[in-house]
């Protein structure tokens, strides 16, 4: 699917693609706001939509917010990724999918939904990217070949990274156009969460997490050089599986 090998005939745009496919803004289906034990599940119950937060230049920022996601970031890059013992985040972009359908389906389809999010956090040198599901009701929308009302079958979505242009891509594998792609808010485990995959985005895509071998025999470990010196040797950092 990516990249496209025709560009520039056809378009081949970059992105960071936690689930790339068609949506639209779903609905509650009246029993988000409750947590089960008769209280209310705030979280759960928050109005559907796209939600997109960028925060700059933390490294000075005082206030208690800024404070907060710097060190929450700095500490989940830290404890997921080899080779971040330094890292101190400069910016973050933070990007909500909450409660999104699938485009194409039926009226009452809307109350099928997914809930995603993508953090990207850079010190303007090294740079990552989270992805968080917490919930996976869909796969493919019907332009895709998924049924109008639960948003299953066909091709279901791209997750990765492209670069654009007709270079390169990284598809998430055994994920991304996988039925795998609902076990996505159970696997990954980054800083000891399920739902949480994350990935190092800047030279090359490298995954922090372990990945579920359930279709490929043949996936490959992964050395990343670091650096190296005059005589020929490198400080590599292996990373994934």
């Known amino acids: 699917m990516f990249p496209i090998q025709d560009w520039p005939r056809n378009e081949d745009p970059s992105f960071i693609a936690p689930f790339y496919s068609r949506c639209k803004i779903g609905e509650l289906n009246g029993n988000e706001g409750t947590d089960g034990y008769g209280g209310v599940n705030e979280n759960a119950a928050k109005k559907p939509g796209v939600y997109f937060r960028l925060e700059r230049d933390l490294y000075s920022r005082v206030d208690q917010f800024g404070v907060e996601i710097r ?30 359908s699938f485009a194409g389906g039926i009226p009452i ?5 997914n809930t995603f999010q993508a953090v990207i956090v850079t010190d303007e040198v090294r740079s990552y990217a989270i992805f968080n599901y917490e919930w996976m009701g869909w796969t493919t929308h019907t332009e895709a070949g998924g049924d109008t009302t639960e948003g299953q079958g066909g091709v279901p979505a791209f997750v990765g990274f492209n670069a654009g242009n007709g270079t390169k891509a990284y598809e998430y594998r055994p994920y991304s156009q996988t039925t795998q792609i609902r076990d996505l808010p159970s696997t990954g485990g980054a800083n ?4 949480r995959h994350i990935f190092r985005i800047d030279e090359k895509i490298l995954p922090g997490v372990c990945i579920r071998d ?7 470990a992964v050395i990343a050089q670091e650096n190296g010196y005059m005589l020929g040797s490198i400080v590599g950092s292996p990373t994934g599986r």
């Open 192 to 195: 000891g969460f399920p739902g």
């Open 109 to 113: 389809a809307r109350r099928t939904t």
């Open 214 to 220: 359930l279709r490929e025999a043949n996936m490959r």
């Open 71 to 100: 060190e929450r970031t700095k500490w989940d890059i830290r404890e997921s990724m080899v080779g971040t013992e330094t890292f101190e985040p400069k910016h973050v972009v933070i990007v909500t999918w909450k409660n999104v």
